[in-house]
């Protein structure tokens, strides 16, 4: 006959081990379901002076978003990042640059909300004088390359000015159309001789 005590210590063993462990799991899960999860809205990663860059199909940088801190958030798969500055890019065009004292990137980067003090501006060409846009809030879709918003815009080119309510921008075709409540004054540029 066989001795089953030097067998029945080990099962017994990971016996008790299994039910601690779904003792502690059901204890120390909020609201006490074992297996239900819940996140809160704290952040799990924290990033310092980051560079993030979208590349096109060519392998162009199509844009480039930089700030001093960002926090992840894991409920919602969500950052916050403070004094953002998001540089879109498009071949044979000027760059445009937008910044702001603070975003809000969703998933994926699919959809950025710049919020308080949102300064836009695209580069001066040959051609064009810098364009300089200011708003309270704009949402930006960098994989589209376009961009929106409800608040009041002001829009300085040169020593044309103008002012609106609400605002499209589509930097693939490099329009910017104010919505609502327009008003301005557009000074022409001088005929070069």
């Avoid at 990033?47 to 894991?74: C, T, W």
């Avoid at 699919?110 to 060409?125: D, F, G, H, P």
């Avoid at 704009?138 to 080119?157: F, K, N, R, Y």
């Amino acid at each position: 006959m066989k001795n089953w005590t030097g067998q029945l210590f080990p099962i017994t063993l990971l016996g008790l081990i299994a039910a601690l462990t779904f003792w502690l799991d059901a204890t120390l899960t909020p609201g006490g379901n074992a297996g239900e999860k819940r996140l809160t809205h704290d952040p799990d990663a924290i990033a310092e002076d980051f560079e993030i860059r979208r590349l096109d199909e060519s392998g162009r940088v199509k844009y480039r978003l930089n700030a001093p801190y960002m926090q992840h958030f894991p409920d919602d798969d969500s950052s916050e990042i403070r004094a953002p500055r998001l540089v879109a890019y498009r071949q044979d065009a000027a760059p445009v640059t937008m910044t702001a004292e603070q975003a809000l990137v969703t998933a994926r980067g699919e959809q950025v909300t710049l919020n308080r003090q949102v300064e836009i501006i695209r580069a001066a060409s040959a051609d064009k004088a810098e364009l300089l846009a200011r708003t309270p809030a704009l949402t930006v879709l960098p994989d589209a390359g376009t961009a929106h918003t409800e608040q009041p815009v002001e829009i300085s080119q040169g020593a044309s000015q103008v002012t609106g309510i609400g605002a499209r921008i589509d930097n693939n075709a490099s329009t910017f159309e104010l919505l609502s409540q327009v008003h301005g004054r557009y000074v022409a540029s001088k005929a070069q001789p």
